[in-house]
């Protein structure tokens, strides 16, 4: 797993920092949390890959958290992309689109699905891109604020307090079997090859007529916790962030502003650096990130000690910063250079 930060401002993008984007790199999926303008670019800057399987989750319809999702989109048709694209978000996504589609020529053969996160119905509407613009959605049920899930991970929606309807965001990683010991299973007789792969995922296997339960034999080790990433986008101080946060390995959390501007930060619904700390500290988060910095921040050093003097496990996210995630340990992820 690795995360890239490709744009870390808030609404006026500077030289340093763009418009807000955030990607997961998961086992050859990427997982995009929202689109600042020329998101396409970044994508060049970072070295993506486009034509890979890509899900999009758009936290809220303000301008610069979507108007770059139509130029990656053209981007994309532009070099014939084959791989199927998602996309999630609050409702008024598939009409943003449909409008693109029908005035600017936006056909984007690889978009089918685009979902509409209706949280007060506990309900997805569901639109085929390619079809009529005035088609019915079709509803799909959200079990405990789960809007998509694989095999090895789920996503999250849950609705913080902006301005406009807007949804924070949680990746959670399934756990992972335990720790194999060959050792063990050679000292029991069984023979390399399948059954060794059946009981490194838990599974009791039949071997010359007797059973063996591998976690109850010590062959294989308790089940390993997965990786919580929780993300918030706008958004002011709210109970809400208490459980979008909660547990999570590393929380990314808009910190627009800092202490001196807490009147200001109440009055556009946005968070201070010392308020994300705050959540951070009382919901058991391990790293906290701040990202969405105002441009008046050249310096940010400034919301970087007032976060540190409350929750000292805090770095400020600049663009094309990669950190990679490592359960069980301080701290939990290492930055890289881009």
Known sequence: ?????????????TRQRNLPSIMILY????ILFDAGEDVQRRFEDAGLKFNAPLMIFISHMHGDHVI?????LFHFTLISRTQEVKIWGPPGIFAYLIVHRMITGLHAPFLKDIFEIHTQENKLYRYNFQ???SQQPVKVDIKENCIFETSEYSLSALPVCHSIPTHGFRFYEKPHPGKFNPEKAKDMKIPRGSLWKKMQIGETIQYKGKSYNPKELGIVGPQRSGIIISYSADTKFCEQLHVLAQNSDLFICEATYADELKDLAEQKSHMTASQCAEIAKSSNVTQLVLTHISSRYAEEEKLLREACSIFP???IAHDLMHIIPAKDKSPPFSPLKA
């Open 1 to 13: 797993m690795e995360i890239i930060f490709l744009g870390t401002s808030a609404a006026v993008p």
């Open 27 to 30: 086992n050859g999926d990427q």
């Open 131 to 133: 079809e009529n613009p």
């Open 68 to 72: 770059g999702l139509p130029g990656l």
């Open 313 to 315: 496990n805090t770095m």
